[in-house]
């Protein structure tokens, strides 16, 4: 029972990343063979590639959060913080320009 439930599990891991064309490559197969009909082998590709980008979207989003929480626990800025704090140095460095040619020019005075 677990042989067969573990079997399935992985059959349904391979048909996520299987692509549309492999997967009508193996349909085609099978309907030459005479083990599926035309209509059914077109309606299991349109099953297997709809199932497979859904779960693959299911799973990228969870890889996706795992990374975002694993980078927030190591403390790893994330773009925004990144953009705010560039934005708050190059004004920093345009004041401290306006400063240094104040000070230039109460030299020469």
């Not at 063979?33 to 309606?43: H, Y």
């Not at 497979?52 to 913080?81: L, P, T, W």
Request: glycine content about 6%; hydrophobic content about 40%.
């Amino acid at each position: 029972m677990l042989k067969d439930i573990r079997k399935g599990l992985m059959t349904g891991l391979g048909a996520i990343f299987m692509t549309r064309e492999r997967i009508e490559e193996v349909t085609q197969r099978l309907v030459k063979e005479a083990k599926l009909s035309e209509e059914d082998a077109r309606r299991l590709v349109d099953e297997l590639s709809d199932s497979g980008e859904e779960q693959f979207a299911r799973i990228e989003k969870s890889i996706s959060e795992a990374m975002s929480k694993g980078m927030d626990s190591i403390g790893v800025s994330r773009q925004e913080a990144f953009e705010n704090l560039k934005e708050k140095v190059d004004a920093m460095e345009i004041r401290v320009s306006i400063l240094e040619r104040a000070r230039e020019a109460e030299k020469e005075r």
